[in-house]
């Protein structure tokens, strides 16, 4: 299935940390891009920045979910989130299970001879490129994040 050209970007959202990834223009390579302070004075003018640089054709969000699937607590700490994406771009918001990104990142970067102390903020940017590897994947196989 072909996909469309354009950059995708995808966040993992954390109380603390918000990591960010971004897709090359044809949707194949997901690479993470930074870490965000989550509360930050600074959080909307980074995140107009970011989509003012990779104009993305989607934005993609982790669903933070127990390993049961039940919605964790932090889904309603995230609509805040949510809401100040909407209003910053024009770019379809999709949700995607997060439940193994960040424990696939961490072991990653520990398989890379990172430790996870001094990977904190690694980590989450990590969790974001699984989190739109997830998406990417969804869009070659099903056709769209629907």
Known sequence: MEMRLGRRIA???GQVRIGVA???QTGL????????????EGLKAALEDLFQEYEPIYIVVGEPRHLSGAQSQTMSK???FLEL???LTQAPLHLVDERMST???ARTLRDTG???KSSKDKIDAMAAV???ESALHRERVVGSLD
């Open 78 to 80: 995230m609509s805040e």
């Open 114 to 116: 990172h430790n996870a």
């Open 85 to 87: 994406l909407s209003s």
């Open 130 to 132: 699984a989190i739109l």
């Open 11 to 13: 966040f993992d959202y």
């Open 103 to 105: 424990l696939s990142a």
């Open 22 to 24: 971004v897709s090359d």
């Open 29 to 40: 390579i997901a690479t993470p891009i930074a870490t965000l302070k989550n509360g930050d």
